[in-house]
């Protein structure tokens, strides 16, 4: 049996999904790119589950990609196994946070991108090595990518190929906190008990629209869903009451 493989936990309505490849630092294998976006429909499935967390095992993110048969690779281009894993985990419904530490390189880089929040150690380090191997780096991942930090700073990453450290990501936004190892757990678990205490409808409204992905038809539904659902009475009613807000709107099943 094979120790490369997406191992996950449910702890509430926090979700863990961890990368694990022992022998190549975390490196995402064929089957395991696979494998990510059938977990992601199960856990998007799961009422339960309000946030994501994707970490990687035994201190180390992901070193990036087991590139496998180059030949195959070359011929998916931006239809590869990678992308598609990728742009499923841009797409889930919930919010999802990267907890980053060590090596977070290639392909790694690629799914904390693809994350709506990312947390790092002080230890981790950053990398997109397309330009040492003589790849293109898929269209999505690299707009994904200039979108978050800018045109400039994407283009040293892609340029290079140079690793970046935690300081460095924070200041050209490749990550929003950077922490002390020992303290990262315990700041990712107070984050996502925070928005998993938040309105849904607030939340996912929000990733959606920042998103890019809401159009005026369901920007409409959106309000529509505020007024119908009684959650802001809720809220305003427990900020006034001086309680916490017992917020009750689940999403409607996937249109």
């Known amino acids: 049996m094979s120790d490369a493989e997406l191992t996950v936990t449910v702890d509430g309505p926090v979700a863990t999904v961890v990368i694990r ?3 190549r630092r975390n490196a995402m294998t064929p089957a395991m790119w696979r494998q990510l976006p059938v977990l992601l429909d199960g856990l998007e499935a799961d009422p339960a589950v309000r946030v994501l967390v994707l970490t990687g095992a035994g201190g180390t993110f992901c070193a990036g990609a087991d590139l496998g048969d180059l030949d195959e690779l070359l011929a998916a281009g931006d239809g590869s196994i990678a992308v598609a894993a990728e742009e499923r985990l841009a797409a889930f419904g919930r919010p999802t946070v990267a907890a980053i530490e060590g090596a977070c390189v290639g392909g790694g880089c ?4 693809a994350c709506d929040l990312r ?3 002080a230890d981790a380090r950053f990398g997109v090595p397309p330009a040492r191997l003589g790849l293109v ?20 990453l892609l340029f290079t190929g140079e690793l970046v450290d935690a300081e460095r990501a924070l200041r050209i936004g ?3 906190e950077v922490l002390p190892a020992d303290a990262l757990a315990d700041r990712v678990a107070a984050l996502t008990t925070t928005i998993a205490e938040r309105s849904r409808l607030t939340v996912t409204a929000a990733k ?6 809401a159009d005026a038809d369901r920007l409409a539904w959106w309000h529509a869903e505020v007024r119908d659902s009684g959650e802001a009475r809720e809220g305003v009613s427990a900020v006034n009451e001086r309680r916490p807000p017992r917020f009750g709107w689940t999403p409607p099943a996937a249109r």
Do not use: C
């Open 21 to 23: 490849n022992p022998a």
């Open 208 to 213: 959606e629209i920042v998103d890019g992905r």
């Open 119 to 121: 947390l790092a150690a």
């Open 137 to 156: 780096y898929p269209a999505p991942t690299t707009r994904r990518l200039a979108g978050l930090v800018g045109p400039s700073a994407a283009k040293h």
């Open 174 to 176: 490749l990550v929003d």
């Open 110 to 113: 690629q799914l904390a991108v």
